[in-house]
T-cell receptor, first 112, second 114 residues
Framework: DAKTTQPTSMDCAEGRAANLPCNHS???????VYWYRQIHSQGPQYIIH???NNETNEMASLIITEDRKSSTLILPHATLRDTAVYYC?????????????FGKGTLLTVNP | DAMVIQNPRYQVTQFGKPVTLSCSQT?????MYWYQQKSSQAPKLLFH???????NEADTPDNFQSRRPNTSFCFLDIRSPGLGDAAMYLC?????????????FGNGTRLTVT
């Protein structure tokens, strides 16, 4: 899997949008960008994934740059329960290498 | 709700005493994974099963073994736990196919070695 680079930590005020960046400059054409988060003492939770188009679901939006070398996860209205470690991961979909390899992630702290 | 269930949530074992952690799933996924997560670190893949085919990561110690008796269940066996094996152990599942599904994780078993 291509490596990703994320800030170690970020803060966000409750009710504001949280924008979490990720660099994946060596991403291959068949690799998707996945986002997971892990709330303290729980298992990682899938958030969203995308290939090259922007994606939105009930949890978040994913913005991928046109050259696919970076992306941003957007939580539109952060709550205290969104405090977690957020992992940006690139992963082949549809191929034989389907494993998920975690990097260090970003600790997002949502403040009241 | 379909889910991945790990039991127990907390497990205490003695140094050198074999221990087994269990995972079950109701998602009918064909791939099951075991990850190890030590304090303040990211989850690290130990091995996975694709159906009945076992796939070990190159750096997983021999002390760790796994069994998958059927689609729904997977076990992690630690033959002789050391103090360094204290960690959260996470089970995950996914569906491998033309469109590999995201991984679904259980809430983990936190293992303490005394």
């Amino acid at each position: 899997d291509a490596k990703t680079t994320q800030p170690t930590s970020m803060d966000c005020a409750e009710g504001r949008a949280a924008n979490l960046p990720c660099n994946h400059s060596t991403i291959s054409g068949n690799e998707y960008v996945y986002w997971y988060r892990q709330i303290h003492s729980q298992g990682p939770q899938y958030i969203i994934h995308g290939l090259k188009n922007n994606e939105t679901n009930e949890m978040a939006s994913l913005i991928i740059t046109e050259d696919r070398k970076s992306s941003t996860l957007i939580l539109p209205h952060a709550t205290l329960r969104d405090t977690a470690v957020y992992y940006c991961i690139v992963r082949v979909v549809g191929g034989s290498n389907y494993k998920l390899t975690f990097g260090k992630g970003t600790l997002l702290t949502v403040n009241p | 709700d379909a889910m991945v269930i790990q039991n127990p949530r907390y497990q205490v074992t003695q140094f050198g005493k074999p221990v087994t952690l269990s995972c079950s799933q109701t998602l009918n996924h064909n791939v099951m994974y075991w990850y190890q997560q030590k304090s303040s670190q990211a989850p690290k893949l130990l091995f996975h099963y694709y159906d009945k085919d076992f796939n070990n990561e190159a750096d997983t110690p021999d002390n760790f073994q796994s069994r998958r008796p059927n689609t729904s269940f997977c076990f992690l066996d630690i033959r002789s736990p050391g103090l360094g094996d204290a960690a959260m152990y996470l089970c995950a599942t996914s569906r491998k196919g033309p469109d590999n599904s995201p991984l679904h994780f259980g809430n983990g078993t936190r293992l303490t070695v005394t």
